[in-house]
């Protein structure tokens, strides 16, 4: 019942990773730890194709549920292994992994329709691609260690976060597409997007996902907003005084497809 109201909010934990030199986007395990337990049981398999430094992976160890995560750079998949090694002996027989792959590769790994949930962060467009200004900080507090310093997952060709919206929608639908296929009929994808701001625009991420994930056959069912105001801290203010922009730091979407229940 409280998963049913359409804004979420959590706290991070000790376990969290914070620290923008390991990954420069990450999310509470205690938020992918709603959605598994919301749409998956003890034991089924759980797919994140973009598990970055692993935290899925985490929250399905603690939930007992299978799970594999792919990256493309190695030092995530270090950065998950390593978290996902720290944690008390275990008494369940489920098994979490982190893969060095391209996500476009994971069709050829998995049965189909052997997993139960696709819950992921994917990369942002370009959109981390760039110096960064530290608009939302307060005075001196934007020159912190993080300024000026560009955020990005990484510069290699195949990464998403390298690319154009267009360009990105399209790869999306791609990758999506071919996992549709793993996905068990009524199965559920989660997707964590912001949308951004990129010389004055809004950039909307979640509706370029949206229509990217509709066109290949996934059916959106709700669309939860992650309200992130409580993890936030000493926010500026943001466009003062020469317009008025709500940050996308505030909060998050969180994109619920299925993929559709065959047909009787």
């Known amino acids: 019942m409280k998963r049913q109201i359409g804004v979420w909010r959590f706290a991070y934990e000790a376990r969290d990773v914070r620290d923008k030199r390991i990954h420069p986007a990450t999310f509470p395990i205690a938020l992918a730890k ?40 190695p030092g995530y998949v270090a950065a998950a292994r390593e978290r996902l090694a720290a944690a008390a002996e275990r008494r369940d027989d489920t098994r ?20 139960a949930l696709v819950f992921t962060s994917p990369p942002y467009a370009n959109l981390l691609n760039r110096r960064r200004k530290n608009k939302s900080r307060r005075g001196d507090l934007r020159r ?25 929608t399209e790869e999306i639908g791609a990758i999506f597409a071919s996992l549709l296929p793993l996905l068990r009929p009524g199965g559920h994808c989660v997707i964590n997007v912001p949308d951004m ?15 990217a ?23 500026g203010i943001f466009g003062w005084p020469s317009n008025y922009i709500t940050m996308g730091t505030t909060f998050e979407y969180l994109l619920d497809f299925r993929r559709p229940p065959a047909a009787t």
């Open 144 to 168: 912190n260690d993080q300024y000026l310093k560009v955020e990005q997952y990484s510069q290699d060709p195949r990464d998403l976060g390298t690319l154009p919206l267009d360009r990105y």
């Open 197 to 211: 701001w990129w010389e004055n625009q809004r950039i909307t991420i979640h509706i370029a996902v949206v229509e």
């Open 34 to 73: 709603a959605v598994i337990e919301l749409f998956t049981h003890r034991g089924e398999l759980v797919l994140d194709p973009f598990a970055g430094s692993g935290t899925t992976l985490v929250a399905a160890q603690d939930l007992e549920r299978n799970a594999v995560g792919y990256d493309l750079q």
């Open 96 to 115: 979490q992994l982190a893969l060095v792959a391209d996500a476009r590769a994971i069709r050829q790994q998995l049965r189909p329709e052997s997993v």
């Open 213 to 235: 994930l509709r066109q290949v056959g996934y059916e959106l069912r709700n669309t939860i907003i992650w309200d992130r105001t409580n993890i936030v801290n000493r926010v």
